[in-house]
């Protein structure tokens, strides 16, 4: 990625009018055509969204959108399209064991509710707040009872089984952080106590251990911030085994949206770890143990990240998809989305940029310079988004954030061209984290409350 412009000229660059009135546009589209009867939306195909049976994990992205709408813009009706649709159609995602997921469904829909009303923007009754916290209570607990031991630790396995540990699952442990913020604990076999954060303290050690590279030698694809999407072990002793990839091109290759995963799930930990108490993990590690791992993770993930993406920050799906070599210098120009070789992936950026924000606003009082590095790319990135030929302004197009991909290796995305690759669609989780990403920035223009899940935890 190229750093080429001032903090504040791509701040002042970024038309945040236009794209809450285009998402205001997208939300109530989907909510006037689309039954989730037949399951949640996942992606576009010719600009109308679409379900796509693998795990229910993209319905709190839809209901949580019309949450960020009202957040960003005060427009009543997005509440009740968010609040309703979460009451009465979120419940069953509470209490599924069957997915790594909570965090994603669940802090997006019943923990912005409870955000608003702890931040004063969403005034209700106090049964109304105690159940969203209820609600975040169980999903946390839920998601912890997926455990796999291991010699260091444990982790939260993904829907593929025990044997598996996700990179992705490293952003949504705030669902078991924020339970054990709540005060719930969870209760095993003869009433066993068991400490949600530990859980999640420990999930965070075995991917940052084992799921993210440091240029130390492991093997011989071990570059400094390269990330694996799947870690398998053997559950019968619980030692590694290898790297794997469900999404990505192999195990020894970076899935772009895995590595986004890391970026946003470190800068959004790094920049809370000062709330959570010490003495309810201590004793697992040090907070400056921690801290210390944590940073390290963040910086060598995001500096690969800006390594190995295009000029204009937003990356291609995966760092080494077999035919990028046919597009010749291409991390020397401008990402390409109508190309005919590889796809690019623009929910990879609109997740990353929020990290690389967060990890830019911790590092302030530590380290100027890469603050600066990290703020400075991740407003460059929104700026790329939110505009054409990224941002999605076709009246009749579903989706807000164009040229993203579901899953390049299963074939699932929509290919318009004959001899191109899949371009022009959108994705839950991309139109999602752009919102996201939109209104942290907002927050920040308009000198608002630091846009955080934590929030929701009272101070």
Known sequence: MKLDHSIEQSINEINLNRFWE???QKILMIEESFDTAKGAPVFTEKGKYVTRGWTEWTQGFQFGSALLQFDATGEEEFLHLGRGNTLHKMTPHLTHTGVH???FNNVSTYGTLLRMIEEGKLDTSNWEKEYYKLAIKVSGAVQALRWTNIPSGGYMYSFNGPHSLFVDTIRTCRAVILS???????QGENDKKINLLQRAIQHFLATVKY???YGEGRDEYDIPGRTAHEIIF???DGNYRC???QQGYTGFSTWTRGLAWAISGLGETLEILNRLPEEDYAVIISKEELTQTLEKAALATSDFYLKHTPTDGIPYWDTGAPQLYQMGDYLNKPSDPFNAFEPVDSSAACITAQGLLRIGNWLQSKDKLKAEKYLKAGYQIAKGLFQEPYLSTVPDHQGLILHSIYHR?????????KGKVPFGESSMWGDYHARELALLIQRNIQEEKYYSYFNCIAQ
């Open 22 to 24: 285009l998402s205001r």
């Open 101 to 103: 997921d909570h965090g």
């Open 180 to 186: 054990h913020m709540l005060g719930h604990v969870l």
């Open 211 to 213: 799921s993210i590279y």
């Open 234 to 236: 053997n559950t019968n």
């Open 243 to 245: 790297p794997n990839s």
């Open 409 to 417: 290796p299963n074939g699932w995305d929509y290919t318009p061209e």
